[in-house]
């Protein structure tokens, strides 16, 4: 099969590059999103592989038809970036990843956790610069806190497990409870306004879908515990990023860490060292000292990426071949 790989940054073409057959299958790597305006490039395709910030909108799901796509290969798990009813519609199968190592991303967030708390990154730039001074490099102690997560599926369900080996107590928002991860960590099901007034660290680990577009927002904001910390490892659209930081501003929000930003499409994954970011409130953002944001990295360890590429390897052969799969994504 011929694929167009798009948003193909050096570690992917590495990692697709060692695992397909290059005998069997044409990779053609492109380094820029897919969306309306880049769809030809896949003129010849059989199928595009894409990720987190490509656009498969209907413009640009057309325009692939049109190119003579019939397959999508995702190489993430969020399907959010998909117009599944049109891609339906114009017989474009979808198939997605829907695991690469969750314990990667749920490590991910409790590096923001701990860094935000114990200001390692601070400390690193005073000790290099010969101050060894503690002033205001001050945290707290993680043990005994109450963490809430909201949503327990695999990561969800990863990041529970570690924070039990913290010593916290364990408190989740999940319109589908998990008996048996109650069962393995003791943590407790509550309402979602139950989680925000209960947590002193709440992380979220919901998939972004049009209703829960801005679940942290002005108003589930006010129910938090003054002082909570909020990490964000998910989706940027969860979070009003506006309401977030005028409760930075008002000091109710005590910190919050996010590896995800509602505008990121535009900005993450290359390097923007020379160019003037056109985003306020990216740059209000930044400014906060009890802010830490790193670019969609969470996912991004020697594991995941060979999982994607395996299971991506698995999408193509059961296109090919029609064979049922659950990675599949269907309306
Ligand atoms: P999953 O499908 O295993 O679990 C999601 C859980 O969220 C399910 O238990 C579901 O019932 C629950 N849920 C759905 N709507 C909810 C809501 N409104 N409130 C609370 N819970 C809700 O998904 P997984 O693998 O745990 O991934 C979670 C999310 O993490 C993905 O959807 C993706 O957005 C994000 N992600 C981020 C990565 C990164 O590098 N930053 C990498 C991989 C995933």
Known sequence: MIISVYSAQPYDCDSLSEVFDATLHQLNFFNVNLNAQTAPLAEGSQAVCAFVNDRLDEPCLIELAKHGVRFIFLRCAG???????????????????????????AEHAVALLLTLNRKTHKAYNRVRESNFSL??????????????????????????????????????????????????????????????????????????????????????LKLIKPGAMLINTSRGGLVD???????????????????????????????RSEQIIDDNVWGLLLHFP?????????????????????????????????????????L
Not at 79 to 105: K, T
Not at 135 to 154: A, S
Not at 309 to 315: D, E, H, K, M, V
């Open 135 to 220: 002033d205001r490099l001050t945290g707290f102690q993680i043990y005994g806190k109450t963490i809430g997560i909201v949503g327990t599926g695999k990561i969800g369900a990863a990041f529970a497990r570690i924070m039990r080996g913290f010593g916290c107590k364990l408190i989740a928002f999940d319109p589908f409870p998990s008996e048996t991860l109650t069962d393995e960590t003791g943590l407790t099901y509550l309402s979602l306004p139950q989680l925000l007034a209960q947590a002193d660290i709440i992380s979220l680990h919901c998939p972004l879908r049009p209703e829960n577009r801005h679940l942290i927002n002005a108003e589930t």
């Open 79 to 105: 399907f959010n970036q998909v117009d599944l009813n049109i891609a339906q519609n114009l017989g474009i199968q979808v198939f997605r990843v829907p695991a690469y190592s969750p314990e990667s991303v």
């Open 290 to 330: 009890n802010v830490l944001v790193t670019a969609h990295q969470a996912f991004f360890t020697k594991e995941a990426l060979l999982e994607i590429a395996q299971t991506t390897l698995g999408n193509v052969e059961a296109a090919e071949n029609q064979l049922h799969t659950d990675t599949r994504v269907t």
């Open 241 to 271: 990023t506006q309401a977030a930081i005028d409760a930075l501003q008002s000091g109710h929000l005590g910190y919050l860490g996010i590896d995800v930003y509602e505008q990121e499409e535009s900005l993450f994954f290359r390097d």
